[in-house]
């Protein structure tokens, strides 16, 4: 029997039982393969931070994992890297992705969600997370990129083949997304160098640190991260806040008393029901021990901060959402030197989002039972959101 068995709809049930019953676990894998599954928080912190468990595809044991294949020129991300090209890489994009640019972007993202909520009138129903929580980070990350309005619907497809596809689509609609983005981003990274403007894009081509510059497919492939994981890891976190929030009726009349909570409930959020299942799976390069289970070299790991973020022995009685926790130390954006890169995008995004929404409708409610998830380990996310204001 499949130890996590359930897991897409009943996370949280299986991950306890995973928890109570051993610190590792060995399931098939989403691709079909064997993996190991770590669901301890002490040891999902220490798994997150070992240098011994590589992100390079290039450890994983010949004829295991499969996973999705990527062209080289979108392959060459922060996502499959180790030290010194991920130190290297890391260390360029700082230079242009700056805490100043975030926090310079705060005005425009409260613009584009009032812009949104303006949209949608004084009163109705609507489906908000194709209405607000994926409108407004897909804005918001192309607007830093400089990608052209026009072709933002485009991405939103795109990412969301990609993330969760259609069980209806064809065999071939996530390459199509692949060489489609790929065919973009030459043409947009042409554009960007015949003529720089005020972007995170141009500034990228154009950063240099001691002479050293990032390659093409370099390039390529931070537009692509940056834009794929910027996309889906807010408009997850915005929708699951916002039902957290509905199913907590005591937090939300809390957070509307009080909105300088919305700091502190944003990490909360995060740790209550975080934008992703498992992490990237990672290989270790030698054979290591996790909570006193030898992982053999070359397999592959899945180290889940969702099941990290509810265990009783760090964060006390943590199936239930509290706003005044100090959820401080969850590991729902990562820990050591792949800690999320755009982290401070991602929680400015949810305040303002989360602020301009509770703002606008002081009624905003539920108008559906049961709420339907992604089919997807990796977009721990909604389909839909059917709300009433």
Known sequence: MDPADGLLDHPYDVYRRLRDTAPVHRIPGPDGTPAWIVTRYEDVRAALADPRLSLDKSHATAGTYKGFSL?????????????????????????????????????????????????????????LIASYAAPLPITVICDLLGIPDEHRLDFRVWTDTLVAPDPTAGPNAAKEAVVAMLGFFTRLLADKRRAPADDLLSDLIAVRDEGDRLTEDELMSLAFLILFAGYENTVQLIGNAVLALFQHPGQLA???????????????FLRYEGPALLAIRRFPVEDVTIGGVTVPAGETVWVSPSAANRDPDRFPDPDRLDLARDASGHLALGHGIHYCLGAPLARAETEIALAALLERFPDLALAEPTPRWRNSLRARGLLALQVSY
Request: glycine share 6%; aromatic share 2%; net charge negative.
């Open 71 to 127: 062209p080289p020129a979108l392959d060459a991300n922060l996502l499959n890297m180790d030290p010194p090209d991920h130190s290297r890489i890391r260390r360029l994009v700082g230079r242009a992705f700056t805490p100043r640019r975030i926090e310079r972007l705060r005005e425009p993202i409260r613009r584009t969600a009032d812009g949104l909520l303006d949209a949608l009138g004084d009163h109705g129903t609507t489906d």
């Open 254 to 268: 809390a957070l509307r008393k009080d909105p300088d909570l919305l700091p502190a409930a944003t990490e909360e």
